[in-house]
Each structure stands twice: as C-alpha cells, then as structure tokens.
C-alpha cells in the first residue's frame, strides 16, 4: 500500500481540473494577446477563469493577477508595493514564522534599504496583536500575515490582527493564503485585505499556476517586464490553461468545503490519537486552531529526515516541514520561532491528509509510524505494544 500523508506539499490534481485543462493545451492552444480567432478563444478562456475565481474569492475580474505560482504572487505583491511605497515609507512588518517565499523575499529587499521587522510569535505560533501594532510606525508601507503556518498549521488571530493594521492609515495588507485556501472560507472584501496570494496546487490544481489578488487602487511596481498581459503587471504569455484548471479546482474546493473539512480533520485526529500516546512524542502548533488537515509532530530521539526516508521505504509519503526547505541542515525556523531548540526541531514530522485519503490508509499509518520511530530508537520497546499492535492487515 503506498499512503501519501504530505498534502501539504502538493495535492493530486483532480481529475475535474484536468479535464479543464486538456482543451486548452490542444484544441484552444492560441495566444490569448493575438487579435485571430485562435487568440481570441483563448481569450474567452482566460476571461472566464478569471471571472469564476473572482466570483468565487468574492473580487473583481481586474483584481486577480495570474502568476507561476504562490512564490511569484508573493514575490510580486512585496516587492511590487515596497518599490512603489519607497517615497513614503521604508518598513515592512511580518512574523518570523512566515512562509520563506516571504521571509526571502523582504530579506532580499532588506539588501537595498529596506527595515525588515520579523515579530516574535507565542509558543503556538500566534502573533500578538499588540506587537503587531506597535511595530507599525509612520514609516511602515506594508504588513504581510501568514492566514494558516504550513509547517504546524496554526491559524492566526486574524480580525484582530487586519483591525490593528487598519488603524494605521496608508499600511497596505498582504495576506498569504496559499496554506489555508482549501480549508478556509476567504472572502477578500470580509478579510479586508489589500494583496492575497494562492498557490493551485495547494487545492488540487495544477503546479505551475498562482494568482494575486490586489485590491483595485493598490499601486505595485511589476517585477517582470516585457509585455501588456495582466493589464502591465505581469508580462509574459499567460497560462490559460492551468488559470482555467485553477478556477475549476477552486470553486470545487469551495463547493465542498464542509465535507472535506469534516473529512480530514476526523483522518487528522486519528492519527493525532495514536502517535500521541508514542513516548516522546508532542504536538506542536496550536491545539485547537489549526488547518483541519496537518498534524505537526515533535518526535525526540529520532531525526525527523531519517524518520520520513524510513516511512518512505514503508510506503507512507510524510515530510520533516516545509518541502520549499527539504535539504536544508538547519532546524526549521518556525519550530526554533516556537520556542523548541534546534535538536527538538530536528525531530519533527508533518503528517497532512487530504479529500483522497481513505479510512484504511490512517489505520495502516497508526502502525507504520510508531513501528518506524521503535526502529530508529533502535528500541522497539520504547513504544506501547498496542500501538504497535494497530498495524492494519489490509
């Protein structure tokens, strides 16, 4: 049995979104800026994928800006309102827990002048509101909030949070979403934010498609030059076919939201269940408001990348955090930022379920795992017999 537990990495692409996408990789293959029939199809594609997701993130058509991928949205809407803010202000506010799509991103623009203020977070990974409020100053131009961590899946406080930036008149408000997007409603007019960044293949989209919301008004310098496309902030031949798998794979992310929410939180907290009765073994993020998919996990005594290589040599797909840091010798700064240190934080593992993932598959996952830790701590008795006893048969 091969068990993908790392949703949170990448979702499957449903089979509705490619269905949307084959026509226009074969049939409808035109240029969407070409004035022919064929650019002018493709056209219509464009127009309507970007109308569906509109509809569906409750913005306007003109405020939806397609890109690669979330790190471009990101990356876009940061240094897109940095570079154009320069006049004003030089300070930009976010957590140090963020996502390194934008830890990068302001650390690079700290290289030309920029004030980069990362907040400490609580050991859950909120941010407080009072920090937050007090690091805006006159000089401020932008604050950029995590909505869900993709490591530990807390979710902020985030009225509070969006009601302290909005008490600082001209602060400009991103909010990366691209964590949360298939789990949490995001209606961009309720949130009031001004830049919102998704990611499609964080919702059963294809990889390769992103998109930014910027509220209409906001002014963003564009990052890539050499064309009209996305009325001139985004330059380069758009992929119609991925914007249009993208709107599909959302509206149907929205449609059954609930059931799915429903689906993988019950997966979710069975798994939390027995691998938390495992010696050595914490939850770490909030216990309560957190994605209803991820479950994060401290185990000590075992290094988390050679626990996931041992699950992947049983067939279980987890992860050690964010696959954007996969590779790195370094603990991972949202568990050091939670307070663990660096040898705890070398032990974690991330477990994230999905719409897909099947009854069958947690209870053949509440056996491979703790078999997995007892192996790597070279003990077999440093687990409970019947937690090791739940290996399913299936």
């Known amino acids: 049995m091969s068990i993908y537990l790392d949703h949170a990495a990448t979702t499957p692409l449903r ?8 026509p226009l990789l074969t049939d409808v293959y035109g240029n969407p800026s070409s004035p022919h029939a064929a650019g002018r199809r493709a056209r219509a594609a464009l127009d309507e994928a970007r109308e569906r997701l509109a509809t569906a993130l409750n913005a306007e058509p003109r405020e939806l800006i397609f890109t690669s991928g979330g790190s471009e949205a990101i990356n876009l809407a940061l240094k897109g309102v940095a570079w154009a803010g320069k006049g004003r202000g030089n300070r930009i506010v ?3 827990v963020e996502h390194h799509a934008v830890l990068h991103t302001l650390r690079h623009l700290e290289k030309f002048g920029f004030e980069i203020v990362e907040l400490p977070v609580d050991r859950y990974g909120r941010l407080d509101p009072d920090q937050l409020d007090s690091a805006i100053n006159e000089r401020t131009i932008a ?3 995590l909505l869900a961590n993709n490591e530990v899946g807390t979710l902020q406080t985030l009225p509070e949070l969006v009601r302290r930036v909005r008490g600082h ?7 990366d979403a691209v964590a ?3 789990y949490v409603a995001l209606d961009v007019k309720a949130l009031d934010v001004d830049m919102l960044s998704l990611a499609a293949h964080k919702f059963e989209g294809p990889k390769g498609s992103g998109l930014l919301y910027l509220r209409r008004g906001t002014i963003l310098l564009p990052q890539i030059q050499g064309g009209s496309q996305e009325r001139y902030r985004r330059a380069g031949t758009e992929n119609v076919a991925g914007a249009m798998a993208m709107a599909v794979a959302y509206e149907l992310a929205v449609a059954e939201r609930e059931q799915t929410v429903a689906h993988v939180a019950r997966l979710r907290d069975r798994l939390r269940d027995a691998l938390l009765n495992v010696p050595g073994v914490e939850l770490t993020g909030h216990p309560r408001r957190r994605l209803p998919c991820l479950l994060s996990l401290i185990v000590r005594d075992v290094d988390g990348a050679e626990l996931v290589s041992a699950l992947d040599l049983d067939g279980l797909a987890a992860s050690v955090g964010s696959a954007c840091t996969t590779g790195s010798l370094e603990p991972s700064h949202v568990l050091t930022g939670l307070g663990f240190p660096d040898d705890e934080a070398r032990g974690s593992l991330r477990l994230s379920v999905g719409r897909t993932n099947t009854d069958a598959e947690i209870e053949a996952a509440v056996g491979i795992i703790p078999a997995a830790i007892a192996r790597l701590r070279g003990a077999v008795g440093a687990v409970p017999a019947d937690v090791l006893g739940q290996v399913s048969t299936a």
């Open 169 to 175: 008149e001209g602060v400009l408000l991103h909010l």
């Open 143 to 145: 604050v950029s909030l």
């Open 15 to 22: 089979r509705e979104a490619f269905s949307a996408m084959t």
């Open 94 to 96: 976010t957590s140090a």
């Open 180 to 182: 949360a997007a298939a």
